[in-house]
């Protein structure tokens, strides 16, 4: 599966830290009834044979909606559960190593910082890119700042869709706007609200707005 631009609009990762009354799953579905178009599944904890169940549970429901599942840094997994995707970090394998162990079928995503990051996964065969933080975020206290002009420079640089993420909810989004970017990938803006499905409408619209005609 090669990526589309609109893929990347409204990408929703997980995360199990914003589960309290609903369970995952029902929170992804309520993200998939609000339009997310892409689904992460991002699991640091679970142990291998917990986050394979989950991932062909989340999988075959996001199968059911039509929109892509990608596996967050796990190959194995990725390939397990007959996922469309897989997500690596620069810190995991690299790109070209993911592509030969999941063949040409498989959509790849790398998270990119700086214009050469991001010109690197597009020769080892990404189909996508992560760049971020471009905002503050509490998600991933790890993450470095990435500033608007180095976003607009990735976007201009490679040929590939472009997701904006870090920091981003729906009081900011539009800051974004003029960059380049195809989407925003959003975690604690989407997983985070009392009205999953209300709040995912409210954020795919602005998402439009921000990446423009």
């Known amino acids: ?26 929170q992804v579905e309520r993200a998939l009834k609000g339009g997310v178009t892409c689904v ?8 291998e044979a917990e986050f394979l169940a989950q991932a062909r549970e989340i999988g075959g429901l996001c199968r059911a909606y039509g929109v892509p599942f990608i596996i967050n840094d796990n190959v194995e997994i990725a390939l397990a559960c007959g996922a469309d995707g897989v997500h690596v970090g620069q810190s995991d394998m690299e790109a070209g190593r993911v592509r030969a162990a999941v063949g040409g079928g498989m959509m790849i995503g790398v998270s990119a910082r700086t214009v050469e990051e991001a010109l690197a996964a597009q020769r080892a065969g990404a189909d996508y890119l992560g760049v971020g933080a471009v905002f503050a975020t509490s998600t991933k206290l790890d993450a470095e ?9 990735i ?34 803006a989407i997983f985070g609200a009392e009205d999953i499905e209300g709040r995912c409408r409210e954020l795919k619209e602005l998402a439009r707005r921000a990446v423009g005609p």
Request: aromatic share 4%; with cysteine; proline share 3%.
């Open 1 to 26: 599966m090669r990526c589309k631009k609109d893929t990347m609009l409204l990408y929703a990762v997980t995360d199990r830290a914003w589960t309290g009354a609903q369970t995952l799953y029902q």
């Open 40 to 47: 992460q599944l991002r699991e640091k904890d679970l142990p």
């Open 145 to 153: 700042a990435v500033s608007r002009q180095t976003l607009k420079d």
């Open 155 to 188: 976007c201009a640089a490679v040929d590939i869709p472009v997701a904006a993420i870090g920091g981003i909810g729906k009081d900011n989004i539009l800051e974004l706007s003029g960059t380049g970017i195809d989407g925003v990938a959003l975690v604690s």
